[in-house]
């Protein structure tokens, strides 16, 4: 544990620590494996394969969620600490696949997500300048909340069903009786956008909650984020 805290401690300390250009690239890798995840990790159906690409994936997305924002160097090592103790729970519940690992590993990794996703936000409205990196980073944020969307349906349809032993979901998929992970991501991001096709639709108080919540959730998060934009563009074109 000292000689991790030590490295975390030694690059932070450097001059070069998340420049401009490293949060640029890694929000860059951030948004690709986010558009893989939503787009391309669907269409992968081997068995086992499938695990091993989507464990990969998430790994990518939470080592460049702590390098796409410039957290102070305590921050840094708190948030590394979270990182590495999720990425451990990952791998550990890939070899071994267990329930309870599964579960507790799909927690930590919805609150580190969260936590990502709040500093994004948080970084978007502070910052009084337009660059690539802010919009990279209101862009990152937005796909998260889809993200963080579908692994609360996800947890609250394990959930319902291993406290109240019933065979039926807690959402209604009217295209198949046997959901994947694509499919409580397409649900997210039709509940985020509000554009609500009818097709998918919760079945139970639980989780028409967490689709209230996902869809008010991204209609303010738009209708905030346009007012800071412009908000920030016309204050520098005053300026």
Do not use: C
């Amino acid at each position: 544990m000292k000689i991790i805290r030590n490295k975390l401690h030694s690059i932070a300390d450097k001059d070069t620590f998340l420049n401009d250009e490293i949060l640029k690239k890694d929000n860059y890798i951030l948004l690709f494996s986010l558009l893989f995840l939503i787009f391309i990790q669907p269409l992968i159906q081997l068995s086992g394969i499938n695990n091993l690409v989507f464990d990969l994936i998430i790994s990518i997305l939470i080592i460049s969620g702590l390098t796409s924002l410039k957290f102070r160097k305590e921050k840094f090592i708190r948030l590394s600490y979270f990182g590495l103790f999720t990425l451990v729970l990952i791998w550990i519940n890939y070899f071994a696949d267990s329930l309870i690992t599964n579960l507790f590993a799909f927690l930590v990794l919805i609150f580190f997500m969260i936590y990502i996703t709040y500093s994004m936000i948080s970084y978007v409205a502070r910052n009084n300048k337009i660059t690539s990196i802010l919009i990279l980073n209101a862009i990152n944020s937005y796909l998260l909340m889809g993200i963080i969307g579908a692994f609360l349906f996800i947890l609250s349809n394990v959930g319902y069903k291993l406290l109240f032993d019933i065979s039926n979901g807690t959402i209604n998929f009217g295209y198949t009786n046997n959901p994947i992970f694509f499919d409580y991501i397409y649900f997210s991001f039709i509940t985020l956008t509000t554009v609500g096709y009818g097709d998918v639709t919760p079945a139970v108080p639980l989780t028409r909650s967490i689709a209230m919540f996902v869809s008010l959730s991204g209609q303010l998060y738009l209708a905030i984020l346009v007012a800071l934009l412009v908000g920030k563009f016309l204050s520098k074109k005053n300026n």
